[in-house]
Structures are given as C-alpha cells and as structure tokens.
C-alpha cells in the first residue's frame, strides 16, 4: 500500500504551516456536493457567501470543516435500538381519562384518539373535553364514537352557537359537539353555560386540537347499546398536523414522510433541534424522494413514503429512538455530517467515487460473512391497517431470493413493525429493504487516500482492490469516516481519512410491482362489532384438580379456565356460577390481568360444590369503553378426588316367578364405599348394560333388588359396583345370571 503522507516544503512561521495544510486541502474543497455531499463547501459558502468561492480563505475553511465532522450511520443506528410500544399499544394508551394527558404529534391521515381531560354529568347529559393533538391540525374531521362514524348537521367550528349534532341511529338528538384546531380562542358557549362554572371560557386548550362534546345517555334500555364504554371512545379521522416545506417554506398539511420527520426533529418538546444543527438540504432530498410516484400492481401509482400515525413523547430517551418509527416508515436513516443532523433517504444512487486503493495508515480489514443471527431468508411488516380500525395487520411474507438455499436451507423470518404505514403496497417495498438490508455481509475497514476526502457516511463507491481483495469488489456504502489533518514535522502534514464501508445493492431498493407486490385481503371492520368482545368460551374441570383440603376436611370443587379476550381494551373478566338450569346467577368474582398465569390463561373456583350436581359458569369482558356479552360453559356434575375402589364380590340372581328375579349383592370391603349400583343386561357383558337400581350401602353391607315386569323364559345377567361419595366408581363385579321359569 502507499504512504499515508502528503508532503509540501514550507517555510518557518505559523503562515507557512497553515499553507501547507491549505495546499493539501484545496483540491479537496471542488467536489460537487449534489453527488457525494460533502458538508466543507456548503459551510464554507454560508460563513463567506457564494461570491467567496474559488478565495484562499474559502478553501481553508471548507477544507477545515470537512475534516472536523464525520459521524457516520452505524453511530446513529446505535441509539435507535430501544423498542418503541406498538402503533396499537399507544392507541389505547391515549384513550385512558387522565388529568396529565400524554404529548403528542398526529401526522398525516389517520384515526386520532381523543383522551378525556376533563368532564362534568348534568342531569342525564355528560360534557367532556377530548385532546385529540399537542398542536395545531389541519381538517376536515369526521367523529367515532366507539368506533362508530357519526354523520352531523351543523358547523363543528362554531363555538358561539350549536356546533355539529349527530343525525344517524343510535347518536341522533343524543350527541352535539365541537372541534377546536389549535386556533379556538374560547370554550364553546353552550358548554360554559350549562356546566356552572366547571367548564370556562378560559378552557380554550389554544394550540392544541381538542373536541367539546355533549353527550345524552337516553332511554335506560338503550343506554348500552348507544354507549357501550363511559366515557365514550372517541376516535378521529382527518388531515393533521402542519408541517413547514424547506423546498418553499410554506407551511401546510403533508402526509410526506420526509417533510415529517424534518417537523418532528424541529418541533419535539424534548430536544428540538434549530434549523442550524440540521442539514436541510439532505431533508429537502429526502421529501423529494418520498413524493416519487410508484407503480402499484394492477396499474396506478402511490407516493413512495407516506407517513401516518401518532408519535408520543418520553423523557429520558434519545429523540432520535423516538422517531424510529418515523424513519422505519421510508425505511431511511440518520446520520451526521459536519456536526450537524442530516437523513438518508432509501433510494437507489450511483456511485460517487471508485477506491482502488488505502494507505498503510492502519490494517486493512475485510469482512465477507457476517453471523447467521444476522441472516434473514423472508421478511414480513406488521403495520395498523385503517380497513381494521387501525388493528395491526401483517402483509405477506417476503421471501428473499436464493437466502434460503445460500444460508443451508434454514429459514429465518425477520418481522419489522411499521407503525407509520397505513399501506400494505408501501409496508411490503419497506419490508423488502429490511430483508435485503439484512444480507449485505461485506465489509471494508481501512484508511483512504485524500482524494476520497469529500466522501461522507452514507455517500455511495465502489471499491476495487484488485487481486487478491477480488471477492470485495463491488457498490458499498460510507458507513462511518472520520477525516484528520495535522501537521507531521515542519515539512510536511498528515491527512487520514479512517473509514468503514458496508456492501449495498440496488436490489434493496428496486421493486417491481407486478412481480413483488402480493394481494392482501381487506379487513373486514364493522361498526357493529366494535363493541367489547368476550373472551374464549371457558371449559370447567372436576376431580382431583379441583378437589379443596383443609384440616382434614375434603371438599368437591369445579374449576373454571379461559384465556383472554381478543379486545385490546380489556381490563379484566368478571365471572358468575349457578346451579345448571336455575335463574339465579352466584357472583363468582373480578380477575384483573394481573392474574393471566404463564399460560395465558384466567381461572375461578367454585367451592364447596356438592357432588355429582352440574354446574355452569359465564364470564365476561371488562373494558376500558365497557362490558362484553356473556359467554357460557356446558355445564358439568361435581366431582371430588380420585380415589380407587375395592371391586364388589359376586352377586347372586333367583327367579322367585315367571317375571321377577331378585339380585343380592355385597357391597365391596372398602371404607370409601357409599353406595352400591345394580347393572342388568341381556347378554353376558357388562359394557353395555344398562342401571338396575342403587342402594346406599357401607362396607361390606349385603343389599337385595329385584327386577319385575318380565317374561318367561328370561334369561338375564347382573352386576354390581361401588360407589363413593365424590363419584368415583370400582370395576363391575363378577356377573350374575337367571332364567324366569
């Protein structure tokens, strides 16, 4: 390999060491930063001016700037590993009533949750207030009450006079609202005036988007059907939050992924980040990038990267892990360049620069496999899918060509949760670059010559080594570097440009929609069964398992099991217990989801049963937004433990007449013993033989039946067995036979 050293003459003083560096430097300042954007020249330009280009000075400084900054994409890819809740998790999550709602930024098109914040009952009428947006949004608006739409008459923007009033069945003369988009000056006057003083004027919640409801609870015997939950779920469809453009400073409502991601770095409450600290013109690529149109199967196209979802904010966590899944949705990623915050968008490049050789400056490291654990063969995306009511949904597995055969014949799913596609055509071309991403192995670690100075983490090269590196030749992408200059000796100074280079391809990227995209089924979300859902039917279990001790004492028991609701806003399960077949219902208690055991399963006892007496259970969802119907058990008799009995000894048959026999039997040496059972049967087996009779009989205890009623010439066969208090029962005895005369 070559010298790491560039070598200058100079002459003595601090002019003279500052020339040699600016003689390195210089040629390094006239890269054109649309093509491998390099951070030097675009400061140099902003601290002189454009008209500065091509001075003495301009150089030294883009040279200076360029080498003070590289932090490249695996450093921020680092911080971006806590796991953020699911899109799903945090909708339910802002539905809970709280007087410390939680911060949020709404963006694009999508179901908002309102959490109630505050409300007061008057009568038979409820007035709350709902934060739906920590900021201003854009509208139009259409209302859910538990996921139901509600169609209105009126202006839900006045809030001198009525507002909005529901029109449709169950919500008509029932419900009146009002909606506030950040630039309300007042609480609606109809809710000021009837709550006496709960609500004020001054309630206005400017700046953030709020909804004012009065609610009428009706008719007792439809107040169920009508409200379901207390307070009701309200849920938000509408265009939100506005979003400032770089490409034209204009400020309105965008679903483009870029232009959001840019809003929430500037705008979050934990660390918004001044336009200084970021790289706009890597945004304004970025919002270019997403507003591309892709061809969808079938013909049309989409925009390449929408993002729509709600973003919540935590103290104590880095923004940029909270707005992973903002990324996660254009499948870009972050990185720093000159100091300052710029993104990376998921397109396809062409390559900026070709390296065929590094210095000696430090070892020459090559990567070509990385760990299996790495390695996936197929890739699906979870993402909330709005034809289910923004209940997550999974798109078709992605199967990578050739992984599987390459890695074995092991396959290894990989599952990405996009949070901020609403899509399944935009979640699949997503998944498809996570998948691909996961099977770039290569890696070049080494030191690289000044001619490569104004490449930056995420420029795109190519790298030909020549023989024998001929196995890592090909398109890799600027993962870190990290360029130094400074003075050698008096004659001469050292550039070092230390970098790693990771293997990329235009496949990731590419998709043919034709080929790649897969049909979904669309979900099949009603209103109707927006309601809280029971949970599984639950089975009852006897016997030993449910067999009580104490102090000697043993008890029948039935033991009732179900696992949870399919509801995401279940809170727990009540349950209830009677007698089969009777009116009255026994409370058999509330299990919160503390009390799921590791199985995922839920279970009450009923105790102290009485044997051999059927039972049944129904149990029933409790929820944020309110109960499920009830789900019941087939019953099941009463049963104590299992105990083995002694077997009877045989019993003996007479024909006293032409149509009676009588039967004696002995009941079986066993202390348990409580009751002897008589069998008969046309045949000599006991398998199919139907009950004589039964006489409660102690150990040992000789009891005698008779069958009547039969014909002459009768032959018939009889057995017997023990019974013991819980149920349980001994073999059949040996049998017995006669013939009527």
Same mark, same amino acid.
């Given at each position: 390999?070559?010298?790491?050293?560039?070598?200058?003459?100079?002459?003595?003083?601090?002019?003279?060491?500052?020339?040699?560096?600016?003689?390195?430097?210089?040629?390094?300042?006239?890269?054109?930063?649309?093509?491998?954007?390099?951070?030097?020249?675009?400061?140099?330009?902003?601290?002189?001016?454009?008209?500065?280009?091509?001075?003495?000075?301009?150089?030294?400084?883009?040279?200076?700037?360029?080498?003070?900054?590289?932090?490249?994409?695996?450093?921020?890819?680092?911080?971006?590993?806590?796991?953020?809740?699911?899109?799903?998790?945090?909708?339910?999550?802002?539905?809970?009533?709280?007087?410390?709602?939680?911060?949020?930024?709404?963006?694009?098109?999508?179901?908002?949750?309102?959490?109630?914040?505050?409300?007061?009952?008057?009568?038979?009428?409820?007035?709350?207030?709902?934060?739906?947006?920590?900021?201003?949004?854009?509208?139009?608006?259409?209302?859910?009450?538990?996921?139901?739409?509600?169609?209105?008459?009126?202006?839900?923007?006045?809030?001198?006079?009525?507002?909005?009033?529901?029109?449709?069945?169950?919500?008509?003369?029932?419900?009146?609202?009002?909606?506030?988009?950040?630039?309300?000056?007042?609480?609606?006057?109809?809710?000021?005036?009837?709550?006496?003083?709960?609500?004020?004027?001054?309630?206005?919640?400017?700046?953030?988007?709020?909804?004012?409801?009065?609610?009428?609870?009706?008719?007792?015997?439809?107040?169920?059907?009508?409200?379901?939950?207390?307070?009701?779920?309200?849920?938000?469809?509408?265009?939100?939050?506005?979003?400032?453009?770089?490409?034209?400073?204009?400020?309105?409502?965008?679903?483009?992924?870029?232009?959001?991601?840019?809003?929430?770095?500037?705008?979050?409450?934990?660390?918004?980040?001044?336009?200084?600290?970021?790289?706009?013109?890597?945004?304004?690529?970025?919002?270019?990038?997403?507003?591309?149109?892709?061809?969808?199967?079938?013909?049309?196209?989409?925009?390449?990267?929408?993002?729509?979802?709600?973003?919540?904010?935590?103290?104590?966590?880095?923004?940029?892990?909270?707005?992973?899944?903002?990324?996660?949705?254009?499948?870009?990623?972050?990185?720093? *360049?000159? +100091?300052?915050? %710029?993104?990376?968008?998921? &397109?396809?490049?062409?390559?900026?620069?070709?390296?065929?050789? !590094? @210095? /000696?400056?430090?070892?020459?490291?090559?990567?070509?496999?990385?760990?299996?654990?790495?390695?996936?063969?197929?890739?699906?995306?979870?993402?909330?899918?709005?034809?289910?009511?923004?209940?997550?949904?999974?798109?078709?597995?992605?199967? *990578?060509? +050739?992984?599987? %055969?390459?890695?074995?014949? &092991?396959?290894?799913?990989?599952?990405?949760?996009?949070?901020? !596609? @609403? /899509?399944?055509?935009?979640?699949?071309?997503?998944?498809?670059?996570?998948?691909?991403?996961?099977?770039?192995?290569?890696?070049?670690?080494?030191?690289?010559?000044?001619?490569?100075?104004?490449?930056?983490?995420?420029?795109?090269?190519?790298?030909?080594?020549?023989?024998?590196?001929?196995?890592?030749?090909?398109?890799?992408?600027?993962?870190?570097?990290?360029?130094?200059?400074?003075?050698?000796?008096?004659?001469?100074?050292?550039?070092?440009?230390?970098?790693?280079?990771?293997?990329?391809?235009?496949?990731?990227?590419?998709?043919?929609?034709?080929?790649?995209?897969?049909?979904?089924?669309?979900?099949?979300?009603?209103?109707?069964?927006?309601?809280?859902?029971?949970?599984?039917?639950?089975?009852?279990?006897?016997?030993?398992?449910?067999?009580?001790?104490?102090?000697?004492?043993?008890?029948?028991?039935?033991?009732?099991?179900?696992?949870?609701?399919?509801?995401?806003?279940?809170?727990?399960?009540?349950?209830?217990?009677?007698?089969?077949?009777?009116?009255?219902?026994?409370?058999?208690?509330?299990?919160?989801?503390?009390?799921?055991?590791?199985?995922?399963?839920?279970?009450?006892?009923?105790?102290?049963?009485?044997?051999?007496?059927?039972?049944?259970?129904?149990?029933?969802?409790?929820?944020?937004?309110?109960?499920?119907?009830?789900?019941?058990?087939?019953?099941?008799?009463?049963?104590?433990?299992?105990?083995?009995?002694?077997?009877?000894?045989?019993?003996?048959?007479?024909?006293?007449?032409?149509?009676?026999?009588?039967?004696?039997?002995?009941?079986?040496?066993?202390?348990?013993?409580?009751?002897?059972?008589?069998?008969?049967?046309?045949?000599?087996?006991?398998?199919?033989?139907?009950?004589?009779?039964?006489?409660?009989?102690?150990?040992?205890?000789?009891?005698?039946?008779?069958?009547?009623?039969?014909?002459?010439?009768?032959?018939?066969?009889?057995?017997?067995?023990?019974?013991?208090?819980?149920?349980?029962?001994?073999?059949?005895?040996?049998?017995?036979?006669?013939?009527?005369?």
């Amino acid at each position: 390999m070559a010298s790491r050293y560039c070598e200058t003459p100079t002459g003595d003083g601090t002019l003279r060491k500052l020339l040699m560096i600016t003689t390195a430097l210089v040629g390094f300042a006239t890269a054109e930063p649309a093509a491998a954007a390099p951070v030097g020249t675009w400061v140099a330009t902003a601290i002189f001016g454009a008209g500065a280009a091509g001075t003495f000075a301009y150089a030294v400084v883009a040279g200076v700037v360029s080498m003070a900054a590289s932090i490249g994409l695996s450093m921020i890819a680092n911080k971006l590993l806590t796991k953020k809740p699911r899109q799903d998790e945090v909708r339910a999550e802002l539905t809970r009533p709280t007087s410390l709602p939680a911060y949020r930024f709404v963006y694009g098109k999508t179901w908002a949750p309102g959490t109630p914040v505050g409300w007061t009952v008057k009568g038979r009428a409820l007035y709350i207030c709902y934060l739906l947006n920590s900021r201003p949004s854009a509208g139009p608006f259409k209302v859910l009450f538990d996921k139901r739409e509600v169609e209105k008459t009126g202006d839900e923007f006045d809030f001198a006079a009525g507002g909005a009033t529901a029109t449709n069945t169950p919500f008509n003369g029932h419900v009146r609202y009002w909606i506030g988009r950040g630039d309300q000056t007042a609480c609606p006057a109809q809710i000021v005036s009837e709550t006496s003083g709960y609500f004020t004027a001054s309630d206005t919640w400017r700046g953030r988007t709020v909804l004012w409801a009065r609610l009428e609870c009706g008719a007792d015997d439809e107040r169920q059907e009508r409200w379901p939950a207390t307070p009701p779920e309200l849920n938000v469809d509408g265009n939100w939050s506005l979003v400032e453009d770089p490409r034209d400073g204009q400020t309105k409502f965008s679903r483009n992924q870029g232009l959001i991601v840019l809003d929430a770095l500037r705008n979050n409450p934990v660390r918004p980040y001044a336009d200084t600290y970021l790289r706009l013109d890597t945004f304004s690529w970025a919002a270019d990038v997403a507003q591309q149109a892709v061809g969808v199967k079938g013909g049309g196209t989409i925009p390449r990267y929408r993002c729509d979802g709600i973003l919540t904010f935590t103290d104590g966590t880095e923004i940029e892990d909270q707005l992973r899944p903002l990324l996660d949705a254009g499948a870009s990623r972050l990185t720093r *360049i000159g +100091g300052r915050l %710029a993104i990376v968008p998921a &397109v396809q490049r062409a390559s900026v620069k070709t390296i065929t050789d !590094v @210095t /000696d400056g430090q070892p020459l490291n090559l990567v070509r496999w990385k760990s299996s654990d790495d390695l996936h063969t197929e890739v699906v995306a979870r993402f909330p899918a709005p034809d289910r009511a923004y209940e997550s949904a999974e798109t078709p597995a992605y199967v *990578i060509p +050739g992984a599987q %055969a390459a890695d074995g014949g &092991v396959s290894k799913r990989l599952t990405v949760d996009l949070d901020f !596609v @609403t /899509d399944h055509r935009q979640a699949q071309r997503v998944a498809k670059i996570m998948g691909w991403r996961s099977r770039m192995q290569r890696q070049v670690s080494g030191e690289l010559f000044p001619d490569c100075f104004d490449l930056v983490s995420g420029s795109v090269c190519q790298v030909d080594l020549g023989y024998p590196y001929s196995a890592w030749q090909g398109k890799y992408e600027v993962e870190s570097i990290a360029p130094a200059a400074g003075l050698n000796d008096d004659d001469s100074i050292t550039i070092r440009l230390p970098a790693v280079l990771t293997e990329t391809s235009d496949e990731i990227t590419a998709w043919d929609a034709e080929a790649e995209e897969q049909d979904m089924l669309p979900g099949a979300f009603s209103a109707a069964g927006a309601r809280v859902l029971p949970p599984p039917k639950p089975v009852l279990t006897t016997g030993t398992a449910a067999t009580q001790v104490s102090g000697g004492v043993v008890a029948a028991g039935v033991l009732a099991a179900w696992t949870a609701s399919v509801s995401p806003s279940a809170l727990g399960y009540e349950w209830e217990w009677r007698l089969y077949l009777s009116s009255s219902w026994r409370a058999g208690g509330y299990l919160d989801q503390s009390a799921e055991d590791e199985n995922g399963v839920y279970s009450g006892l009923i105790s102290l049963a009485a044997p051999l007496t059927l039972y049944q259970v129904r149990v029933r969802t409790v929820g944020m937004y309110g109960r499920s119907d009830w789900i019941l058990s087939d019953p099941i008799a009463a049963l104590g433990p299992s105990v083995s009995l002694n077997q009877p000894p045989q019993p003996s048959a007479a024909a006293i007449s032409a149509s009676r026999i009588d039967v004696t039997g002995q009941q079986a040496n066993d202390l348990n013993a409580h009751e002897l059972l008589f069998y008969v049967n046309d045949i000599d087996s006991p398998l199919t033989a139907a009950a004589l009779d039964s006489r409660n009989a102690g150990a040992s205890v000789t009891v005698t039946v008779s069958e009547t009623g039969l014909s002459t010439g009768t032959t018939r066969f009889y057995w017997t067995r023990a019974r013991d208090q819980w149920g349980n029962l001994s073999e059949f005895s040996a049998s017995a036979t006669a013939t009527t005369p």
